[in-house]
């Protein structure tokens, strides 16, 4: 079993930046692919970005490639997500997700989610 918590999210104006940090319990924080999710209001939730177990992999949404940039600490048994040039678009639920998996970026296929926080992005 894996508990997330999520945190660093709050109202932050277009093309301002900001970074949420998922703190993960377990042992075996190493093993699992990890990976930031969101969903906007009204809408299903998407994958954002996913990060392979030993961070030498990673993926990212065509809607953040090249703003957003998801990193590990296995150490701290820390998950991050560097948001940069945000947009209102971006305004959304961000969730953590854990899988003990090398690396998966279907949202399906991961057991273990944090409860979420919110990121209002005003124009």
């Known amino acids: 079993q894996v508990q997330l918590v999520e945190s660093g999210g709050g109202l932050v104006q277009a093309g301002g930046s900001l970074r949420l940090s998922c703190a993960a319990s377990g042992r075996t924080f190493s093993s699992y692919s990890m990976g930031w999710f969101r969903q906007a209001p009204g809408k299903e939730r998407e994958i954002v970005a996913a990060?392979?177990?030993?961070?030498?992999?990673?993926y990212y949404a065509n809607s953040v490639s090249g703003r957003f940039t998801i990193s590990r600490d296995n150490d701290k048994n820390s998950v991050y997500l560097q948001m940069n040039s945000l947009e209102p678009e971006d305004t959304a639920v961000y969730y953590c997700?854990?899988?003990?998996?090398?690396?998966?970026?279907?949202?399906?296929?991961?057991?273990?989610w944090g409860q979420g926080t919110q990121v209002p992005v005003s124009s």
């Open positions: 997700a854990a899988a003990n998996e090398p690396f998966i970026v279907v949202g399906r296929e991961y057991p273990y």
């Open positions: 990060i392979s177990w030993s961070g030498t992999s990673t």
